[in-house]
């Protein structure tokens, strides 16, 4: 820390915003990636479970000789559990909380170029840390 603070205006300028602004961005469009395929692959899962529930009922209701019934109770009770756990784990709303605040770091990313002194770059981090900070206590309220 004393290192960052013994460099030049323009350094620390530049240190804060590919070390802090960057990867902050590049962290949220991450997760924000990683949750949209979790939740996409649970949607999926989930439909064909139901899917396979619908063709049990369905087998049941023509009773072919040969063909046992099958039971159709456990197969829609593990597709609700799951929709359930998925509700609980929130993976699309983190999904787009978390883009939205890359978003939003990629409009704070911006301003970078209009820094013409040190107020200037105080209130850009400021700014930042704002929109780090706001995504942080959603994210706690969540939990």
């Known amino acids: 820390m004393h290192i960052i603070r013994d460099l030049s205006y323009n350094e620390r300028k530049q240190y804060y915003y590919d070390n802090r602004v960057v990867d902050q961005r590049n962290w949220y469009l991450n997760k924000a990636t990683y949750n949209k395929k979790i939740s996409r692959r649970w949607s999926l899962f989930i439909g064909l479970i139901y899917v396979a529930s619908i063709i049990i009922v369905v087998l049941n209701a023509i009773n ?80």
């Open 64 to 143: 072919i000789n040969g063909i046992p019934d099958f039971p159709v109770d456990p197969v829609t009770t593990l597709a609700a559990s799951i929709v359930g756990w998925v509700q609980i784990k929130k993976y699309n709303e983190l999904a787009v909380s978390y883009f939205l605040t890359a978003h939003e770091i990629g409009d704070i990313k911006e301003q970078f170029n209009y820094i013409s002194s040190e107020n200037d770059f105080l209130e850009f981090v400021n700014n930042a840390e704002k929109a780090f900070s706001r995504e942080h206590t959603q994210w706690l309220a969540r939990r």
